[in-house]
């Protein structure tokens, strides 16, 4: 899955508007480099919506949901929009000047390239804008086992990395930091490997410490009474989002 990021007037076309909408043609690109990108665009490949002109903030985040077919509103020449849909609102709205201040994202084509519209953004970049943003990481529903969990580790803003695991079982999807409070040990033994041989609680490998699922205490084992560090957890058009608490 590749990245972009999409620049709209709010006046025009808002976020709020393709929200309503809910999948609507990206229609009016008439740069070359820029219509180049939309054709480079692959079904569920995923951008940022970004407000441009009086606002410069990235508000939300889209998802291709039909790749390039010409533009209805193009009355000549080969001009090609693609549908997007809404994903869902960051967390919190990233500036243009909060993205210039950061150096790890001084070779992004939104400050090289200015005037384009559409842009496509490294995975790297991706990350960076999503945990400036509030989200940690952003994992497909379907990419996570009923009973199971998932471990990621994510390049923090600061460069930092923190380790964390998301589990299911049932109704039950929890996020943790993957830091034993005994310790401060990874809990898993193998990969993506936190739930005990049934499959209801979160096993710490080293000291067999066990913790509920829902609530991420600790009920036996060296640290009983202490609680896992969660994480915030949100379910949205099939995606499992997460980010810090606070």
């Keep these: 899955m590749n ?25 009016g690109v008439r740069n070359h480099q820029a219509a180049k990108y939309l054709r480079s665009m692959g079904k569920g490949d995923q951008a940022f919506f970004y ?3 009086e606002e410069k903030r990235i508000v939300g985040i889209v998802e291709v949901a039909r790749e390039f077919y010409l533009d209805p509103t193009a009355k000549e020449g080969n ?15 990233v500036t243009l000047a909060q993205i210039k201040a950061e150096p790890k994202l001084s070779d992004i084509p939104l400050i ?11 995975e790297r970049a991706w990350n960076i804008l999503m945990t400036m943003g509030g989200a940690v990481i ?4 379907s990419d996570l086992p009923d009973p199971g969990a998932r471990a990621f580790v994510l390049e923090n803003a600061d460069g930092t990395k923190t380790g964390g695991f998301v589990l299911r079982i049932g109704d039950v999807i929890r996020a943790y930091v993957n830091s034993c409070p005994h310790t401060g040990a990874p809990l898993n033994w193998q990969e993506d490997r936190f739930l005990d041989y049934t499959q209801t609680d979160i096993l710490c490998s080293m000291h067999g410490a066990r913790f509920t ?3 991420g205490f600790c009920t036996i084992g060296p640290c009983k009474g202490k609680q896992l560090t969660p994480l915030a957890v949100e379910i949205s058009h099939g995606m499992i989002h997460v980010r810090p608490l606070s």
């Design 3 to 27: 990245h972009w990021l999409l620049k709209s007037e709010p006046s025009a076309f808002s976020w709020d508007d393709q929200v309503k909408k809910g999948v609507e043609p990206w229609t």
């Design 51 to 53: 407000h441009s002109v």
């Design 79 to 93: 001009w090609v929009c693609v549908d997007v849909k809404a994903v869902r609102p960051l967390f919190r709205p």
């Design 112 to 122: 090289k390239q200015s005037r384009l519209s559409v842009m496509p953004l490294d």
């Design 138 to 141: 952003t994992i497909p529903l």
């Design 213 to 215: 699922p829902e609530t």
